[in-house]
C-alpha cells in the first residue's frame, strides 16, 4: 500500500552509483582516528582518557555530561591527543585523537550476551546507553533518551528504513545484508518500550530490501514492512509518521506526544549489536558516492575515519571535485577541510563533480509560482516567508510560522528562480531566537 | 589534496532541472496552436502584429531596466509572453502603433513601475487591454470576419473599405446585441457550435480557437507549468452558471453552455492569464476561490454588465483580491487538528470575555 504525507519532491535519485556495492571493510584501516566528543544533540561528552593512555576498541573514551551518550574507542591503540579539531559541523569540536596500532584488541567487555530473553526492559534500555546509541540518520538524538521518554506514551513504533535522500544508500545496503539485525533490533525497542508491534517503512525504490525484510520474518505478524511511495522528505520524521499512521504531530511537540517513536534503521542495527553482540557504537556503514569519486562504495568504518581516507577507499576523486558533502544532497553540509571525521550520524559523503553541482542566478527573482508552497510538507508558505524574510521583518515572518520549517530543503529544490530560500530561512530563525533571547 | 577547490554553501545542494526560463518557455510553446489557428483564420497580419508586439514589449522592458540601472531580466521571457497575450486579445484589425502603445502600458506602467517581474497586481496583458479597450473603442471592437477571403491587409491601419466589407460581430456580441435590441437582425446561427469549437468565428486574434487554446492548456497542466486548480475551477462555474441560468429560453441548455464557454477567449483567460504567477493566488485553497470568483464575475458580466464579454475584468477584479485572498486562506499548520482550533478559538473567546468584565467590573 503507498502511504502518503502532504507535498515534498522527488529528486533524481542517483542511488544506482553505490546501490549494488555490498558493504565492505575499509581496505586499508585509518592510521588514526579523530573522535569528537560531540556526535549528538545535547551536551558534548567529556574526554576520560588522556594523552599516552592506550585504548582498546569498544572502550569508553568519553563521559555524558547531561543529555547525551559515551562514546567509545573505534580502533584500538595510544591516545595521541585531546584537543579541538576540525568537525562536519564547521566549528572545531573537543575531540580524542587515536593513533591506531592495526591490533584490533577488543575490549574485553565487548562479548555477546547469553540468554538475551532474560532481559528486562529498563536494562535493554541501560545497555543502550551504555552502548553510546544515537540517531544515525541525521540528528543524532540518544536513543536511551528517546525509549524511556516513551515509555507508556508510545502506541507505534516506527522504523525509519525511508532513505529518501538522493545518492545514499547506506540503510538500503544494511536491511539487505543485515536484515536479520533489524528485526532483532526491532525486536529489542517493542520490549523496551514493552510493545508487541512496530511498522518497518521503506521507500518503494527499494523493493528488494521489503521483500527481503518480508521473507525474514515469515508469518511473524509483530512486525510490519510497508513500502511507501518514494518521495522526499519520507524519512523526516513527522513525514513517516503522517504517512504510516496518519497522525500529525503539532507544533513543538515529539513523536511520543501522538504516541509514536522513531528509530532509523542503523540505529535499530545498531541497537541489536549493543544487546546481542554486546557491541558498543564504534562503526557504521557510510556510503561514499558521487560522480566525482571513482569507485562509489558502501564502507563499514570506524568512528573518527577521515573524510579524506574514505574518498580514498572510494577510489579517490575522479577529475576536480567540486562540493564535498557531508550527508546526503537536500540536508548535507558542504564540507571544505577533508581531514574532518565521520561520526556517529554520517551516513554518506558526497563528493560532487562539476555537472552535478545546483544551479543558481546571480539576480534570482521570485515570480510568485507558489511551487513552494505547494510542495513544503509543513504546510507553510515560503514565498512568502521570502517576501518578508528579504526585508527583514522577522515579525510577519514568525507569524507565517517559520519556527515550524525543518529546513527539508524541498522550497529551494523546486524553485524556479533558484532563490536561497534555506539558507535565508536558517537566518530568520536564528535572528528569531535571538530576539526572543534577549526578552 | 592542498589545491583543492571546493564551494561551499547552504543545503540543499540539489535544484529542480526547471527553471523560469524554462516555465516562460514551456508557456510560449504552448500559445503556438492559438497562433497557428490566428494566422489560420485572420491572416499573417496576426503573426506580424505578434512580432511587434514582442519586440516592443522586450524593449520597453531592456530600456526602463537600462534607465533605472536595473538587472536586464531578457532572459527569463515574461515579456514576450505579456507580448503575445496582448496581440492576443485584440482584434486582428488593430493599427501596429494602438498595440506599441498597449505594450508600453503593460510593460512600464504595469509591470515595472510596480517592481517589475514577480510584483506586479495586475496582469500586464489584461491591464494593456483594458487600457486600450478605454482608449480606443472603436478599433478594439472592430472584428474581422474568419476565412481567407477576409483576410486583413498587412499595412500599418487598415482601410475603411476592407471594415466595411470583412468585419461583423463576434458570437457573444450578436448574443449581446439581441438582448438590447433586436434591429441588427444577426441571428445566432451565424456561428454554429463547430466553428467556435475549432474557431472559425469573429474575436480577438487568440481566443477564437477553443480546442487550440485547449490543447495549450493540457500541454501546460501535463508540464507541470499550470496547476489545474484555477482554469478548472473558473471554468466549471461558468459552465455551472450558464447551464443552470441558460439564456436560450429553457434551462439546462448544454448547447447554449458550450458557447459561453467556448466564446469569448474563457480558455485564453483561463489557462494563460488567470494562471498568471504573479497575479494569482498562492495557496492551493486560494486558486479555487479565485477561479469561481473569476467565473462568478464573467457570467455576471456577460448577462448583467454593459460589455458582451467578461473574461478580461473578471480577471482583472480578482487579480486585485489575490492579496486578500491568499491572506484568508493561509494553509492549515502542520499538526494542528479541527479540535485544538477550536480549542484555542475558544480560548481566546473566553480571554476576551473575561477582560471585558474586568474592565466593566
Known amino acids: ?5 502532504y507535498g515534498g519532491v522527488h529528486p533524481a535519485e542517483h542511488k544506482e552509483l553505490s546501490e549494488h556495492k555490498p558493504i565492505r571493510p575499509l581496505n586499508k584501516a585509518p592510521a588514526e582516528v579523530v573522535i569528537p566528543m560531540s556526535m549528538h544533540i545535547g551536551a558534548p561528552c567529556k574526554p576520560v582518557v588522556t594523552k599516552g593512555d ?38 572545531p569540536t573537543m575531540s580524542v585523537v587515536i593513533e591506531n596500532d592495526f591490533q584490533n584488541t577488543m575490549h574485553p567487555d565487548c562479548k555477546p550476551r547469553e540468554n538475551v530473553d532474560a532481559l528486562t526492559p529498563q536494562e535493554i534500555i541501560d545497555i543502550i546507553r551504555d552502548a553510546g546509541c544515537t540517531g544515525m540518520g541525521g540528528a543524532g538524538f540518544p536513543t536511551h533518551v528517546k525509549i524511556s521518554s516513551a515509555v507508556g506514551k508510545a502506541d507505534t513504533i516506527i522504523i525509519n528504513g525511508a532513505e529518501c535522500e538522493p545518492y545514499i544508500t547506506a540503510d538500503h545496503r544494511l536491511m539487505l545484508e543485515h536484515g536479520e539485525k533489524i528485526i532483532g ?17 521503506i521507500e518503494n525504490n527499494k523493493m528488494d530490501a521489503v521483500a527481503h525484510l518480508r521473507e525474514l520474518l515469515g508469518d511473524a505478524k509483530d512486525v510490519t514492512v510497508k513500502d511507501l511511495r518514494t518521495r522526499y522528505p519520507q524519512g523526516a520524521e513527522k513525514q513517516l509518521i503522517q504517512a504510516i499512521t496518519g497522525r500529525e504531530v503539532p507544533p513543538g511537540k515529539l513523536p511520543a506526544d501522538v504516541g509514536c517513536c522513531v528509530f532509523n534503521a542503523a540505529t535499530t542495527a545498531a541497537i541489536y549489536d549493543a544487546v546481542q553482540n554486546g557491541l558498543p557504537l564504534f562503526q557504521r556503514v557510510i556510503t561514499v558516492t558521487g560522480g566525482a569519486v571513482n569507485d562509489p562504495v558502501n564502507l563499514i568504518a570506524p568512528l573518527g575515519t577521515s573524510f579524506a581516507h ?5 577510489g579517490g576523486f575522479k577529475g576536480t571535485p567540486a562540493r564535498v558533502i557531508a550527508g546526503g544532497p537536500m540536508m548535507g553540509f558542504a564540507q571544505y577541510d577533508m581531514s574532518v571525521p565521520m561520526g556517529k550520524a554520517s551516513n554518506c559523503i558526497l563528493v560532487f563533480s562539476k555537472d552535478e553541482m545546483p544551479k543558481a542566478e546571480a539576480n534570482p527573482t521570485c515570480i510568485r509560482c507558489a511551487r513552494c508552497v505547494n510542495v513544503c510538507p509543513m504546510h507553510l508558505t515560503p514565498v512568502f516567508m521570502n517576501m518578508y524574510g528579504k526585508e527583514r521583518r522577522w515579525s510577519e515572518v514568525e507569524e507565517l510560522r517559520i519556527m515550524d520549517c525543518m529546513e527539508c530543503g524541498c522550497c529551494q529544490y523546486i524553485c524556479p528562480a533558484r532563490i536561497p530560500l534555506v539558507q535565508q530561512f536558517r537566518t530568520a530563525k536564528f535572528a528569531i531566537r535571538q530576539a526572543a533571547a534577549k526578552k | 589534496m592542498d589545491e583543492l577547490k571546493l564551494s561551499v554553501a547552504s543545503s540543499p545542494h540539489a535544484s529542480h532541472p526547471v527553471g523560469t526560463q524554462s516555465l516562460m518557455r514551456d508557456v510560449l510553446i504552448a500559445l503556438i496552436p492559438a497562433m497557428a489557428m490566428g494566422i489560420y483564420v485572420f491572416g499573417f497580419r496576426a503573426l506580424i502584429q505578434t512580432i511587434v508586439s514582442v519586440i516592443f514589449c522586450e524593449i520597453f522592458e531592456w530600456g526602463y531596466c537600462k534607465l533605472m540601472h536595473k538587472p536586464i531580466p531578457c532572459k527569463d521571457l515574461s ?42 497586481f495586475l496582469n500586464p496583458a489584461l491591464a494593456g487591454r483594458a487600457f486600450l479597450m478605454l482608449s480606443y473603442p472603436v478599433p478594439m471592437t472592430t472584428w474581422a470576419l474568419p476565412g481567407k477571403a477576409n483576410w486583413a491587409p498587412l499595412g500599418m491601419s487598415v482601410g475603411q473599405e476592407y471594415i466595411d466589407a470583412s468585419t461583423g460581430a463576434t458570437p457573444l456580441s450578436i448574443d449581446f ?55 478548472v475551477a473558473y471554468i466549471a462555474t461558468v459552465a455551472v452558471l450558464t447551464l443552470i441560468f441558460s439564456r436560450s429560453g429553457g434551462h439546462f441548455d448544454f448547447v447554449w453552455m458550450l458557447r459561453e464557454i467556448f466564446a ?21 485553497k486560494g486558486e479555487i476561490i479565485f477561479g469561481i470568483g473569476a467565473g462568478l464575475l464573467v457570467v455576471f458580466i456577460r448577462y448583467f454588465g ?22 484568508a486562506t493561509m494553509p492549515a499548520r502542520f499538526g494542528v487538528t479541527k479540535e485544538m482550533r477550536a480549542a484555542d478559538k475558544a480560548a481566546a473567546k473566553a480571554a476576551k470575555k473575561a477582560a471585558k468584565e474586568g474592565s466593566e467590573a
Open chain 2, 177 to 231: 446585441m439581441k438582448n438590447a435590441d433586436d434591429a441588427l437582425n444577426l441571428t445566432t446561427s451565424q456561428f454554429s457550435l463547430g466553428d467556435m469549437f475549432i474557431g472559425n468565428i469573429g474575436g480577438t486574434v487568440g481566443e477564437v480557437s477553443a480546442i487550440a487554446l485547449l490543447i495549450g492548456g493540457i500541454y501546460l497542466i501535463c508540464r507541470g507549468v499550470i496547476r489545474p486548480r484555477i482554469p
Open chain 2, 79 to 120: 515579456a514576450a509572453i505579456t507580448g503575445v497575450l496582448l496581440v492576443f486579445v485584440c482584434p486582428v484589425t488593430l493599427p501596429y502603433w494602438t498595440i506599441i502603445i498597449g505594450d508600453f502600458f503593460a510593460i512600464v506602467i504595469v509591470k515595472q513601475l510596480f517592481g517589475g517581474l514577480g510584483t506586479n
Open chain 2, 264 to 284: 469569448g477567449g474563457l480558455f485564453l483567460g483561463a489557462f494563460f492569464m488567470a494562471t498568471d504567477y504573479v497575479t494569482s493566488p498562492n495557496t492551493p
Open chain 1, 54 to 91: 592506550t585504548v582498546m576498541i569498544g572502550q569508553v573514551i568519553g563521559e555524558t555530561a547531561g543529555l547525551g551518550a559515551p562514546i567509545h574507542a573505534s580502533v584500538s591503540g595510544t591516545v595521541k591527543a585531546v584537543e579541538p579539531r576540525p568537525g562536519t559541523g564547521g566549528v
Open chain 1, 310 to 314: 574514505l574518498i580514498e577507499e572510494a
Open chain 2, 306 to 327: 454593459g460589455y458582451p464579454e467578461g473574461v478580461c475584468y473578471s480577471i482583472l477584479v480578482m487579480n486585485i483580491c489575490v492579496w486578500l485572498i491568499d491572506k
Open chain 1, 1 to 5: 500500500m503507498k502511504q502518503l504525507f
Open chain 1, 185 to 201: 533490533g526491532v525486536r529489542f525497542i517493542m520490549k523496551a518500550l514493552q510493545l508487541d508491534h512496530a511498522y518497518i517503512g
